[in-house]
């Protein structure tokens, strides 16, 4: 119940948040929402010197479509913002999905999209959407101008991102859904809040008539990140939709998993459940799925 | 470290001089004299602690005081004005919506909230706003029953 | 059955309320819980509300092994931290005092306040830091170097009987803690007899009661006495247990029981955090605050016995039921305490809710280096509604019988005696099995596709547990006294324990409704030992039934001196005076008709001032603390009924559970509360549910947990809770305060095999072991599809049945 000593810094800008950070090294943590960081120190995971806060720096909690790109998420965006945004809903309806399914209402309403994919759990809610939205995380850094990370490369272990000593994400950008594209993502856990997934599936699917013009697959919970199951997109991709065919990738999803088994589940189960939740996040994402060009909707 | 933080607390503008390493819901119950604030787990985790940062529903718990600086905070003891006490708090009441009580502030903060922003939810809305505030006494289902109560007296302005 | 106390109050209770004049009791909407504008309100004060000036703070160290020797505890960091006031050992409290349980066999009692030489699970105590914060208390504990020399400890119950398995408290015992048996009739003639027979295995997991607010005390140290305010579930008794390890006399200790956040049975012990900063307190001079983490409420408090159990049955092939068989393995972990009564209960429950006239039971609770297991709610029934429950629709699916007339032909009825002496008063099983059936659709449960289904279970609890609590006279479990004061008022002064459950509005209620005042006219003063008698505590459903018995005759021994006055004057006899509305009058005379204050004041007046109180107790004749050991005799005053259905939808691939419906239906007598019953039921719902398919405390090979958090121990949020619809069966009953039974103890207990029969009829497995979680139904239906066998979770319980050593009733183990 109590934290261990720190000092608190309150960053201006996150150019001097990303200074202080590459300054101060693995004695400083970086902090948004904080949901994450304080649970960490609290059981003296981390103990660190400095604690940098974001939140009074202006301008970071962008949440925009912008019309022929795609959506803008920025440092400081609470889960919760996303979640209820009826402009998320409508365009990015997996997205705000993912939101609603990290913890609680309150937890959603202190924590940010940024925080989530941060914190590298190997189960984190938000990762696999993102990965296969083709997000992309755009960083500030102290030393250099600062770059742009693909989802699927942001994660690299267990609560391992690919940021550099003083780097941050300062925004998540999400290509918009076009004609005939569709995604979801669906999350497999025991409680209905309140539960890490056991595994979770994302999918997008750009569909050409019935044939599956493009598609990619993310699985979270069943390896030491978030991955994309190559292999059973390629059993997809050019190919007509079938059922039968869709069974077979899941298959193809669950084998290229590396599941671990713990108090939640077995690694048994989790395999078979990446098989069963790909077939339904699959099938959510082509019923989500953006009208075609030149076709009404069903 | 110390330092000052400025806030606004159930409606009144306050100062206080905290430690950086303070948590939220142990400076509201000991150097604010606000124990209405519980403690349950002290990870996030059963809403106990549930208080309202500028309006949103927040495990207090998972926040230091710091981070108050500059915000409005409402606490249960802020939920009653002048004596009087909120529909959501009469209805738990005529309802028996609780038993031991002591998940009973965090369920009021998290449903006050709910109503705020939305004044007509469904059942499933309800269960949602309130499903990071565990209770092990009453199963729920008078809690949303009074929290569906309530909220049909704030429509009808009674 | 002559009750002896009852002709002692007979007096008493002839000027008791008639029915047909009730305004509160059973009366929908006609009060509310005193105590809920206080907790809507932020406004109770919960033990952790409690700040002293100059308090200080305790904070416990704890053992990282599940056993090892203690060889050396050094404060020297500790010491340096700043703000740190005092240390203790387990050296520092006297020799010899250890604590135990509260209903019986204190000579058992097996716990030092902190371990002197040997830890015995994850989390023992070992030593304690004062200090002026919380803050520099933890930090203090985690300096605390403790050398340990680790043994190797013993996990499983049958390993633990074994006679290579290391002793956890005393050698050449099996490690048994507990062992009893039930014998009657003729076993084997019943058998040899049958037309059906049958043997089956089941096992439930250690769970933990996680009520919501966590265990903690503050102490106070003044005048030669210590003031306690402690988050118990019985005052009087955590008061002998601090008192008995301080090594000082009862009157010098007085406990207070404030607003408690829940304790389902897992605060009915006490722990290092009540003698501690009790000690503390002497030592410094301060008031010393000691609140447990949520961690150290999973580590060092208690969890529910897991039991597993061999089950045999001899049934005729039209369903009677003619022979129980059955042993019980109970895994009591690390310490005795409340964890021993649990025992004999668990075959007690099993000779209920069903008539049969032969029998043979036994049961033992074995020590383990895990947590200790105690007193949770439903105290063992649970666990064998469970085994016994699902068994039943074994046998139904054998015989080709309904599982509803299955049980209706065997069930409990109106005052039948069981062949061991439970002798049933009141009884509406049969109602309640017909309620709950009817309104799930129980006729066209067949139709269901694969992955739904309906499931039943019944079952049958103790309606106050009597039982003698510690050397109390005549087994009593409750005296209360009641003040009548002529300003227009009543105070009862009752040692019940509210630990939520709303007997502090029960007790206030049955005082206003006898008096013909209003809710805000009876002032409650409760559980206090300085303040308010004996109660011999929240559990085994003893509060509304033996407090509010004792209540109701407090209030009648002032009624019948005011009233014996009034009769006086007016040339009738008391019981013809009706106290109601705030009026003092006979019915069929509007003359005689006077307010309750004036009454009053008459009543003083030719009494020299001497103001009207009322002395009520209440015992349980029969309640022998032989019962524990023989198990011969009468358990209970009374026994509460349930049946509860369950809807659920499998899904077939995931395991996942949807409960669809859930129906419940109980006989509690005449409930006084509706809303109040409804709210025990639902919780006792969630809390059923929670057992059966969520909850589970998981540990590693070495004991040590590895999910003592919210996190990863979870029990069902609003959104996992099906709808919930009761039904309240049955007569009131002649026993009970206003003819109530219990209401949420045995409610929780047919909630399990009810949806395990659901889970069943949905997918053809029978589980055999709980949680029955998702993962575990697809584990299921796989081997069903693969091997064809429908059982699932029984694996290695024959074998461990067949492996255990025989038994004898053990003579009372008392450390030397």
Redesign the interface.
Known sequence: ????????I?AKSLEEAAGLKAKLGDTSVVMAG??DI??LM?DRVIMPDY?I?L??IPGLQRLECVPGEGLYIGCLTKL?AVETSEMVRKEFPAVAHAAHCV?????R??GTMVGNICNASPSCDTGPIEIVMNAVYKTVSASDPGREILAVEFFTGVKKTALKPGELVREIYIPQLGPGEGAAYSK?A???????AIIGVASWVKMDDDKIADCRIAVGGAAVTPIRAHSAEGILKGRQFTDELLERAAVAAAECCHPISD????AE?RA??VR?FTKRSFKKALQDMKPQEGRRTE | MKRVIQFKLNGVDTEAYVEDNVTMVNFLRQQMHLPGTKRGCGEGECGACTIMLDGEPVTSCMMLAVEANNHDIVTIEGIAKDGVLHPVQKEFIDKWALQCGFCTPGMIMSAVALLGRNPNPTEYEIRDAIAGNLCRCTGYAKIVEAIGAAAEVIRKGV | MAIVSKEYYAEIEKVYKKPEDYELAGKENAYVRIDAEAKVSGKAVYVDDINLPGMYYCKLVRSPYANARILKIDFTEALKVPGVKAVLTGNDFPEGRYLGCPEAFKEMADKEPLCRETVRMVGDEVAAVCAISEDAADEAARKVKVEYEPIKPVLDAFDAMGSDASAVHYPDTNNVSMYTSMEAGDVKQAFSEADYTDKYYYQTQQIVHAAMEPHGSVAKYENGEWTVWTTTQNVYVARYWIAWGLGVPESRVRAIKPVIGGGFGGKVDVFAHDLCPAKFAQMTGHPVKCILTREEVFLGTRTRHPIAFEIETAFTKEGKLLAKRCKHVLDGGAYGGSGNAANALSLIVANLPYKFDNVDMSAQRIYTNKPASGAMRGYSACQVDFAHESHMDEVAEALGIDPLELRRKNGCTPGYLSPTGLQVTSCAFDETLVTCCNEIGWDKRDELPEGKGIGLGGSCFMSGTGFPVLATPRNNSNSTLVRLNREGYATVFTGANDIGQGCDTVMTMIVAEELGLSMDEVKCVQSDTTLTPWDSGSYGSRVTFLAGNACRRAVGDAKLKLLTHWADEWGCKPEDITMKDHRVFIKSDPEKNISFKEALFSYEEKNFGRSCSGVGSFAHEGGDQQIQKTNYGNYAPAYSFSSCTAKVDVDMETGELNMEDFVFAHDCGRPLNLRAVEGQIEGSVHMGLGFTCYEECLYDEEGRHLNPTFRDYRFPTALDMPNIRTFICGEPDPEGPMGAKEAGEGTTAPVGPAIANAIAAATGVHFHSLPISPEKIWRAMKQLRETGNPHFGDEGLVEKFAAMPKLKPLQSQVHH
């Not at chain 1, 913890?103 to 937890?107: D, V």
């Not at chain 1, 108090?263 to 077995?266: I, K, L, Y």
């Open positions: 119940m109590s934290l261990p000593r720190f000092e608190y309150s904080g949901t304080i649970p609290k604690v806060d939140k009074e919760r913890a609680s209402t309150q937890i309403c202190k497999h025991v409680r209905k809040a309140m539960d890490l108090v939640r589940a077995s189960y078979d459940m069963v």
